[in-house]
């Protein structure tokens, strides 16, 4: 299986290749195009990675660094391409398809509404509860100045919620979280990706 990409360009890259490692995966750091597929012709796009991580951090110096290291239209043609992919905080907030406080690019994979910094900034940051049929009891997920969302469309499947908000979101391939499992020592949701991004490769 070819390694999972982790966008490296800001954020707690090296905590989720930590995380996926402690999972059994093999991960390599995702900083250029040329990383993303082993042919430069566009005609057979193979991708170069068996899934990718968007990292947490901080989500305009994230959009910039894309923008700079000329990855924002490379990144959405490989997001785009059926690639399971996790991300987390300030990675979903690059997926979703409105970002409000403030408004912001993104690549609107995800039909949901996202409030940056919506669950309060460092002070109410912090480990909570969360609940979904596939989690089981007593999961928590770790909060910093987390985003919150505050829609979501028939295409977005909730599978956690916080105090009944979704926290956690899937589309096909797409796993998209407001919490850090990455900054837990095992987490249920690292596991769920470890296995998509398997029998994906399997297949
Ligand atoms: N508040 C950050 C942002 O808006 C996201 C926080 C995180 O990734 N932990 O980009």
């Not at 409105?98 to 996202?114: F, I, K, N, R």
Request: one cysteine or more.
């Amino acid at each position: 299986m070819r390694p999972v990409g982790v966008l490296a360009l800001q954020g707690d890259y090296a905590e989720h290749e930590a995380a996926l490692q402690r999972a059994g995966l093999t991960t390599i750091q995702i900083r250029k195009p040329d990383q993303l597929w082993l042919s430069a012709d566009s005609g057979c796009r193979d991708p170069a990675i068996s899934a990718l991580v968007l990292p947490g951090g901080e989500s305009t110096t994230m959009l910039r660094l894309l923008q700079l290291e000329g990855l924002w239209g490379p990144l959405g043609e490989l997001l785009a391409s059926g690639l399971p992919v996790l991300a987390t905080c300030a990675g979903l907030i690059l997926l979703a398809s409105e970002v409000t406080q403030p408004e912001q690019e993104s690549y609107g994979l995800l039909d949901m509404t996202v409030q940056r910094n919506g669950y309060g900034r460092q002070a109410h940051s912090g480990t909570f509860s969360i609940e979904g049929s596939e989690l089981p009891a007593g999961t928590t997920g770790v909060f910093i100045r987390a985003p919150r969302i505050l829609r979501t469309g028939p295409a977005v499947e909730v599978m956690a919620r916080r105090e009944g908000e979704p926290v956690l979101v899937r589309s096909g391939p797409i796993l998209a979280a407001c919490f850090h499992p990455e900054l837990q020592p095992s987490h249920w949701l690292t596991a769920r990706f470890a296995q998509l991004a398997t029998e994906t490769n399997l297949s």
